[in-house]
Structures are given as structure tokens and as C-alpha cells.
């Protein structure tokens, strides 16, 4: 009598086309955990000394690394900007409206990037990618913002210009890790 052999379970590691694997969630772990605590110091002396005109959200830019990295599918990128929102929730104001405004950001940051490097922009897909990505979803939180509260017009001339100066930090950010991290990982 033939026993049925079972073959060995084995977790992969390796980057996956488009694949979120053990280490992509760490990435993105270690990412956020470096952007939520620089959202603490750096993000509020910046946002004190700038009258708050920009106040950077380095939780953006930490999935715009991790998504330039890791080049996830949209489905996928929808995940890491919904679990981005989800560490926002510690310190935001408006509850809730990040896991829009992020969501919305994460997956078109992915679109950004598969078209982008497909073309051979990858020297200013992080930039370009990251502003729009920040300026989406600022823009998202304020249209919602304004929806809940009713204070259209305050609210956008208030907004609007911190939105751009969070983007404009956020971009130049982003493009100046974005290959020292690559070649730190290999990927």
C-alpha cells in the first residue's frame, strides 16, 4: 500500500511580480513605524516653525517608498493605504476620513508607478508620484472634511495651500530616499 507523501510547506520571501510577501509587509511595517514617530517630532517642528503651513505627513510617504519598492498591484496597494490610515487614526483629528483619502492615494500612487517605470521614468516617477499622490489625498480629506462640516470656502483657503507644501515636502522627500533605500534592499 503506496502511503501519499506530503510535500514540505515553504514560505517565500523573495519579491514576487507585484507581490506583497513577508518582506514587503515589513518594509511597510518598518516604514510606517519611521513615519508615525516622525510625524511626532519632525512633522510638528516643522508644522510649529512653519506657522503650519506645511505640516508633512511622513505616513505618505512612507507608503509611496514602500509602493515605489514593492510594486504592488492596485488591489494591493488599496491594502497598504488602508492599513496607513489605520496607523493615521492614533493621531488624526477627523477619524475615519484617511482610510478615503489614503486608499484613493495608495492606488494611484501604484498606477503612477507601473506607468511610470514602464516608460523608464523612474528617475522622476518618486518625485512627480508623490506629489500627486499627496496632493490627491489631501485633497480627498478636504472635500470630505468640508462635506461633514459645511465650511467650504474657509476650509479650501486654508487647506489648499498646506496640502501643496505637504506635497511639494513630501516629493522632494520621497526622491531623495527612494534610491538609497533600493539599493539598501536590493530591490
Same mark, same amino acid.
Given at each position: 500500500?503506496? /502511503?501519499?507523501?506530503?510535500?514540505?510547506? /515553504?514560505?517565500?520571501?523573495?519579491?514576487?511580480? $507585484? $507581490?506583497?510577501?513577508?518582506?514587503? @509587509?515589513?518594509?511597510?511595517?518598518?516604514?510606517?513605524?519611521? %513615519?508615525?514617530? &516622525?510625524?511626532? =517630532?519632525? %512633522?510638528?517642528?516643522?508644522?510649529?516653525?512653519? $506657522?503650519? &503651513?506645511?505640516?508633512?505627513?511622513?505616513?505618505?510617504?512612507?507608503?509611496?517608498?514602500?509602493? @515605489?519598492?514593492?510594486?504592488?498591484?492596485?488591489?494591493?496597494? @488599496?491594502?497598504?493605504? @488602508?492599513?496607513?490610515?489605520?496607523?493615521?487614526?492614533?493621531? =488624526?483629528?477627523?477619524?475615519?476620513?484617511?482610510?478615503?483619502?489614503?486608499?484613493?492615494?495608495?492606488?494611484?500612487?501604484?498606477?503612477?508607478?507601473?506607468?511610470?517605470?514602464?516608460? %523608464? $521614468?523612474?528617475?522622476?516617477?518618486?518625485?512627480? %508620484? =508623490?506629489?500627486?499622490?499627496?496632493?490627491?489625498?489631501?485633497?480627498?480629506?478636504?472635500?470630505?472634511?468640508?462635506?461633514?462640516?459645511?465650511?467650504?470656502?474657509?476650509?479650501?483657503?486654508?487647506?489648499?495651500?498646506?496640502?501643496?507644501? =505637504?506635497?511639494?515636502?513630501?516629493?522632494? &522627500?520621497?526622491?531623495?530616499?527612494?534610491?538609497?533605500?533600493?539599493?539598501? &534592499?536590493?530591490?
Amino acid at each position: 500500500m503506496d /502511503t501519499p507523501t506530503t510535500q514540505p510547506r /515553504t514560505v517565500s520571501t523573495s519579491q514576487q511580480e $507585484g $507581490g506583497l510577501d513577508i518582506r514587503s @509587509l515589513v518594509l511597510l511595517a518598518i516604514l510606517l513605524a519611521a %513615519g508615525f514617530i &516622525l510625524n511626532f =517630532t519632525v %512633522g510638528r517642528a516643522i508644522s510649529s516653525v512653519s $506657522g503650519g &503651513l506645511i505640516s508633512p505627513e511622513f505616513i505618505i510617504s512612507a507608503f509611496c517608498l514602500t509602493i @515605489l519598492i514593492v510594486r504592488p498591484s492596485a488591489a494591493q496597494a @488599496l491594502a497598504i493605504g @488602508l492599513i496607513s490610515a489605520a496607523v493615521i487614526q492614533v493621531t =488624526t483629528t477627523s477619524p475615519f476620513i484617511d482610510f478615503a483619502a489614503e486608499g484613493v492615494a495608495a492606488v494611484v500612487m501604484a498606477l503612477i508607478v507601473k506607468a511610470g517605470m514602464r516608460v %523608464g $521614468g523612474e528617475k522622476l516617477v518618486p518625485l512627480v %508620484g =508623490t506629489f500627486v499622490t499627496t496632493v490627491l489625498s489631501g485633497l480627498v480629506f478636504m472635500v470630505i472634511k468640508m462635506a461633514l462640516i459645511g465650511a467650504v470656502m474657509e476650509l479650501a483657503a486654508a487647506m489648499v495651500p498646506v496640502i501643496v507644501a =505637504t506635497a511639494v515636502f513630501n516629493a522632494i &522627500l520621497v526622491q531623495a530616499l527612494y534610491i538609497p533605500l533600493r539599493r539598501v &534592499l536590493k530591490a
